[in-house]
C-alpha cells in the first residue's frame, strides 16, 4: 500500500492583473496548483479593483 507523499516545497498558481499602459501590477491572486488559470481569472475578475493609474489614456 502506497500513500502519496507531499513535498517540502508546496507548488501554488499566480494569475496577476496587470495594466497595459504602464505594466503595473493592478492586483493577483494566489491559488492551489490544481485550480487551472481560468478558475482563478474568474475569481480575480469578480474582486473589485482600482482603476488604470493613467486613466483613459491608456
Known amino acids: 500500500m502506497s500513500v502519496a507523499s507531499v513535498g ?5 498558481r499566480l494569475v ?3 495594466a497595459c499602459c504602464t505594466r503595473g501590477i493592478l ?6 496548483r490544481r485550480d487551472n488559470e481560468v478558475a482563478l481569472a474568474k475569481q480575480l475578475a469578480t474582486i473589485p479593483t482600482l482603476p488604470c493609474p493613467a486613466g483613459n489614456s491608456c
Not at 492586483?27 to 492551489?32: H, T
Open 27 to 32: 492586483d493577483a491572486l494566489l491559488g492551489p
Open 8 to 12: 517540502h516545497h508546496p507548488q501554488v
Open 16 to 18: 496577476l492583473l496587470i
